[in-house]
C-alpha cells in the first residue's frame, strides 16, 4: 500500500492550499483517514482525521478553518485549508488506517509567510 501527497507549498498568510492523498495498492477498505503534521523541532500532531462513514474531528487550532474529506471510490483523502497562518508551516503527513495496519505518506511541505 502507498499514500501519495500532493499540494503542498508556499503560501501567504490567509491563503489557501488543498493537500490530496491517494492510497494504491492491495485495499480492501480503508477505516480511518487522517492528516498530521510536524513543525522543526517538534512531534508530530493530528491536524484531522475523517472515518470510513464520514465522521470527522479537527485540533483545536485547526476548527474553523480546515476541512477534510474523503473520496472512498477514489481511496483519496483531502484536505481544504484555509486563512492560512505562519504557525500552520509543517510537512503534512497523510495516514490511512487498513484493517489493523497504518501506513504513513512521504509528507509534503506546507510554508505560511506573514
Known amino acids: 500500500v502507498q499514500l501519495v501527497e500532493s499540494g503542498g507549498g508556499l503560501v501567504q498568510a490567509g491563503g489557501s492550499l488543498r493537500l490530496s492523498c491517494a492510497a494504491s495498492?492491495?485495499?480492501?477498505?480503508?477505516?480511518?483517514m487522517g492528516w498530521y503534521r510536524q513543525a522543526p523541532g517538534k512531534q508530530r500532531e493530528l491536524v484531522a482525521m475523517i472515518s470510513s462513514g464520514g465522521n470527522t474531528n479537527y485540533a483545536d487550532s485547526v476548527k474553523g478553518r480546515f476541512t477534510i474529506s474523503r473520496d472512498n471510490a477514489k481511496n483519496t483523502v483531502y484536505l481544504q485549508m484555509n486563512s492560512l497562518k505562519p504557525e500552520d508551516t509543517a510537512v503534512y503527513y497523510c495516514?490511512?488506517?487498513?484493517?489493523?495496519?497504518?501506513?504513513w505518506g512521504q509528507g509534503t511541505q506546507v510554508t505560511v509567510s506573514s
Open positions: 495498492g492491495s485495499i480492501d477498505s480503508i477505516n480511518v
Open positions: 495516514n490511512a488506517q487498513i484493517t489493523f495496519t497504518f501506513y
